[in-house]
């Protein structure tokens, strides 16, 4: 008979994970090779809690709105497995829950952490005695997963930068003779600048904003950011900032815990954007406005990247397809052919390799001053905010899909850790 | 021979302002009946200073752009004119401005403050003995001016809270099982709730999000926002929070000037998200999340209305039809026919009527609770965000105009006070 797929979405969401999860059930559904496709209920928590969604009772056209639907339609979580010499009850489990349900293959939708996970499964389902199949699926919008080209998600966040930075500045520009001056953009990156990067291609001329960005791999010095953003102003008459969120000091405390009190003397959420203002309003007294754009940047389907979207989908399908193919401890990678015009077509990575390997961004993205992005960053990060893929509206607000999410009857006691 | 347009951009720009200067240049273009539409470099200021931009050297192609170029393509300011009694010289000023450059129409686009100085402009200029016909034409998101149903950019800015506010929803619905369990989105409004309150049409079902709403029209007090909070967390698993900037507690205070201090006992910016997130977090302990859209919700010109960009183009193409009619001292507005379908006209209300009247979100718009819009609310904030009206895209980003903007020579002095 054949085995069914567990598949689950893992860490933070996406714009476009659901597309993913299109892909894979679209191109199951039309194998006879596989059986069902259950999904885990807020993730790999599922398999632990045996709580697998039947994919099969949703609609054919459910599942294509799948492909339109921001951030994860089955639930996602920030689990992680610990290590087999920690809890190798939690690998047992998950081994249980798959020989119960026929889950012969076990395809693991996330970053760094996931794929680490769906490696040891895939080492240890042999001497557990019940062989899994495993692929992992790239998704991360940190952009950090290495030998992919890119990592579904990362795209549309992309995309939502540069669209509203290029947007934000030009309010700004309007209001700037007599009213705001200066407007900063937080984004999201605690470990690498991918996003705050993509808010430069904003930028077609040398006088347009963004007119600095904040790296979390250059050091944050204070007297040089002050003086850049009044020649800025000086200049051009005001001055748009992208931050990301992991921007810091040379001793590596982060800007946003820059220890802001409340009234009681609790300490208050930071927000690299309010402590900048702060700066500058007291250095320079300019009229500043400031944004932080949190989930709003990784749930914004309405302006996703057709590329994103498209690699999203093609990941997706070609983790199927490995499976079928006999591959395992896998992961689909997207391969980059050429920049101009942007060719790529899909290869594959041994987990063992992607497993706890962070890609950071390249020094030679970063201009010299450190605050902004080089010719060969704008020809890495261009092609992947290209075209619009607009999710159907209705009343003015798009339409997401809500999936049934119907439950497959437990075969198996409770497990008590999770 | 026919007498120049002067046209002055006015307040906070919005997604549609420029598509009401397109209506008013493309239609003036039509006309014999006048001559150039001269337009103010940042406003008013441009006209006291004498820096006129002549909008003839703009090709047809750059102004049929501006209709879907968010900001101010001449740039905006925000400076009230004195009363007479203080400044009668800045008068004089606009009127002898106004007889130098031969203009006989002066359009003002903006709020309350700016439809007050064009009725003021109309009564004076016949007593200073060059007669100007003055039209006011509606502009701000704030949804504060009377007569009409709303104000050109409110919708736009509607439609981007209600998208984004459906988005985030999903992205927090998928963690919260084990991560984010709260989410605040921080909008503008300072006066009134009716951007909070657009964020409620996101809503389709009793559990969906938002689950709360702060207006500044209901005196906030913590306790019971941390009760329904919880409450919500307990039934739906997760609470989403659109909170506008101007939520105040009774005595008038607001949330976003909670007195928080840096580390050096400065104070700091407040932000009404992080310190909902601060009192939540104290309160309950739940992992939460918080935006600021600030700009980004004016400037969203990516996704506008498109029910707000043509009622942006027709007041300004009606600001002109009523110059050439003879009328004066007259703003046009939006007329409701009915609510489903939508159904509008343009219509025409005496300056002296809208000047300083400001136009509250009625108590009916709120649940009894405080935190949600009732049916009615949703019945008259619905048809404002219909239909999309994307911009042109080129390498990912939308493709918006810049205009040359030369200015006229000069024909005055300098003006000592602007």
Known sequence: MAKNIFYAQSGGVTAVINATACGVIETARKSRQVGKVLAGKNGIIGALREE????SKESAK????????????FGSCRYKLKSLEENA???????????????????????????DTAHKVSQLSTTMGHPITCIGIPKTVDNDLPITDTCPGFGSVAKYVAVSTREAGLDVASMAESSTKVFVLEVMGRHAGWIAAAGGLARDSSSAPPH???????????KAFLAKVKATVDKVGYCVIVASEGAQY???RFLADAGMKDAFGHTQLGGV????????????????????ADYLQRAARHIASATDVEQAYAVGKAAVAFALEGKNAVMPVIQRKRSKPYRWDIGEAPLGKVANVEKMMPRSFIS???????????????PLIQGEDYPPYR???????????????????AFKSA
Chains 1, 2 share one sequence.
């Not at 798959?98 to 076990?106: K, L, S, V």
């Not at 600095?212 to 204070?222: N, S």
């Not at 902004?372 to 704008?378: E, F, K």
């Not at 009343?395 to 006691?413: A, C, F, I, M, S």
Request: aromatic residues 12%; contains cysteine.
């Open 52 to 55: 697998l969604i039947d994919t």
């Open 62 to 73: 459910a599942i294509a709105g799948l492909r339109h639907t921001p951030s994860g339609a």
């Open 89 to 115: 009850a939690e690998y047992r489990r998950l081994i249980d829950v798959f020989r119960a349900h026929d889950i012969g293959y076990f395809f693991y939708n996330g970053g760094g952490d996931s794929q």
């Open 212 to 222: 600095v960005i904040l790296f979390p791999e250059i050091a944050f010095e204070e």
């Open 250 to 252: 040379a001793d590596g």
């Open 273 to 292: 954007a309010p402590t900048l203002v702060d700066m500058i309003k007291a250095e320079h007294g300019y009229k500043c406005h400031w944004s932080v």
């Open 368 to 382: 010299k001053d450190g605050f902004g992005i080089t010719a060969r960053a704008r020809e890495y990060l261009s």
């Open 395 to 413: 009343d003015g607000l798009p339409q997401y899909v809500r999936l049934k999410n119907q439950l497959v009857r437990k075969k198996l006691p």
